[in-house]
């Protein structure tokens, strides 16, 4: 989608989307050490349907490979992703995956 942007706001604990300069929604976190707490994402209702969702999960969970960081995905739309996409499970300790419905290995 054109103009459609992620940015990490950690003053806020969130990744923030914006389509052509407005909020369109965001993935709350939590920083502690070198994990990330994935806890809520949510879309505006006038941008849903568009992939949005999709989208911000993959670069909030790029952006957490590229800083070296743990995941944890409490967010049901998170953990769901990551089910979906077996190339970020890696992001999930092995000693948490089970708990959030992921392969051990």
Not at 20 to 44: M, N
Not at 65 to 88: D, K, S, T
Request: proline share 9%.
């Amino acid at each position: 989608m054109a103009d459609t942007r992620v940015v990490d706001n950690p003053a806020a604990g969130r990744f923030d989307i914006t389509v052509a300069g407005e909020p369109a929604g965001h993935a709350a976190y939590q920083r502690d050490g070198d994990t990330i707490e994935f806890t809520h994402t949510e879309i505006d209702p006038k941008f849903e349907g568009r992939g949005l969702g999709s989208r911000l999960v993959r670069e909030a969970l790029e952006a957490a490979r590229a800083g070296g960081l743990a995941v944890l995905p409490y967010c049901p739309f998170v953990r769901g992703y990551i089910q979906r996409h077996p190339e970020y499970v890696d992001l999930v300790p092995v000693d948490h995956r089970l708990r959030f419905g992921l392969p051990p290995e």
